[in-house]
């Protein structure tokens, strides 16, 4: 794929002021030719999604505090994979990758999570995520976040994702549009749960509404079935019985 475009500017920074210059990390290099190739090759589209995780959030306070004494800590992160499993079950097209002319469609469940570090951000695997409780996936997340932050991830903890979320939850913001990692056909951007008045048809009442931003790639998924994933993840979180039927 040829793109005719003009050299990228060249310019003498010290003409203007003092600066500072300072060599990318190696995960940043990696990084930024990833996404340079996906967001190129990749015609992606966000869709905009709240969901009501009031009860969600009650639960985990609620079983946090039954397990206070074992250690065992849960996460919204851990509900949101479990969740995403749900959804990619009943929409398999998202669970699938690109290849030629093929739609590869998975029968495992493997999430990735984007972590944060110092020299960057990197995209460990909870694999079989399907195959385990939403505990687990806490107690998992949280042992690989710690390796990610270590710097000890080895490769196999960042292969065979079929589906990324990427959450700002902790730091702020109220929707962004995440780039799908290829050969991956979707990703989940969350951001931070905030207390907003809800109509229920006799008055406001407040209730904790958590944004869901789902990148996806259009070649593979249209917007009908992108705003029914996410409308169906939405259901699951605001009732998350639904994981089990």
């Given at each position: 794929?040829?793109?005719?475009?003009l050299?990228?500017?060249?310019?003498?920074?010290?003409?203007?002021?003092?600066?500072?210059?300072?060599?990318?990390?190696?995960?940043?290099?990696?990084?930024?030719?990833?996404?340079?190739r996906?967001?190129?090759?990749?015609?992606?589209?966000?869709?905009?999604?709240?969901?009501d995780?009031?009860?969600?959030?009650a639960?985990?306070?609620?079983?946090?505090?039954?397990?206070?004494?074992?250690?065992?800590?849960l996460?919204?992160?851990?509900?949101?994979?479990?969740?995403?499993?749900?959804?990619?079950?009943?929409?398999?097209?998202?669970?699938?990758?690109?290849?030629?002319?093929?739609?590869?469609?998975?029968?495992?469940?493997?999430?990735?999570?984007?972590?944060?570090?110092?020299?960057?951000l990197?995209v460990?695997?909870?694999?079989?995520?399907?195959?385990?409780?939403?505990f687990?996936?806490?107690?998992?997340?949280?042992?690989?976040?710690?390796?990610?932050?270590?710097?000890?991830?080895s490769?196999?903890?960042?292969?065979?994702?079929?589906?990324?979320?990427?959450?700002?939850?902790?730091?702020?913001?109220?929707?962004?549009?995440?780039?799908?990692?290829?050969?991956?056909?979707?990703?989940?951007?969350?951001?931070?749960?905030?207390?907003?008045?809800?109509?229920?048809?006799?008055?406001?009442?407040?209730?904790l509404?958590?944004?869901?931003?789902?990148?996806?790639?259009?070649?593979?998924?249209?917007g009908?079935?992108?705003?029914r994933?996410?409308?169906?993840?939405?259901?699951?979180?605001?009732?998350?019985r639904?994981?089990?039927?």
């Amino acid at each position: 794929m040829g793109l005719d475009l003009l050299p990228w500017p060249k310019v003498d920074f010290t003409k203007f002021g003092p600066i500072e210059t300072k060599p990318l990390s190696r995960i940043k290099k990696i990084s930024a030719q990833n996404l340079s190739r996906n967001w190129v090759m990749i015609p992606a589209v966000t869709y905009h999604e709240d969901a009501d995780i009031t009860d969600l959030e009650a639960f985990r306070v609620q079983l946090n505090k039954e397990n206070e004494k074992s250690g065992a800590k849960l996460t919204m992160l851990a509900f949101l994979i479990k969740a995403c499993v749900k959804a990619l079950q009943k929409f398999p097209e998202f669970n699938a990758s690109l290849d030629g002319d093929n739609l590869v469609l998975k029968k495992y469940f493997h999430i990735a999570f984007a972590a944060d570090t110092p020299n960057g951000l990197v995209v460990p695997v909870i694999k079989n995520a399907d195959q385990k409780s939403v505990f687990e996936i806490a107690q998992e997340t949280g042992e690989l976040a710690k390796k990610a932050r270590d710097g000890k991830l080895s490769p196999a903890d960042m292969q065979g994702a079929c589906f990324t979320i990427s959450s700002v939850g902790g730091i702020g913001g109220t929707s962004f549009s995440p780039i799908v990692n290829a050969p991956e056909v979707a990703i989940l951007g969350v951001c931070r749960s905030t207390m907003e008045p809800v109509w229920n048809g006799k008055e406001f009442v407040p209730r904790l509404m958590l944004p869901l931003s789902l990148t996806w790639d259009h070649r593979v998924i249209d917007g009908a079935a992108a705003a029914r994933f996410n409308a169906h993840l939405a259901n699951i979180l605001a009732d998350f019985r639904r994981v089990l039927l």
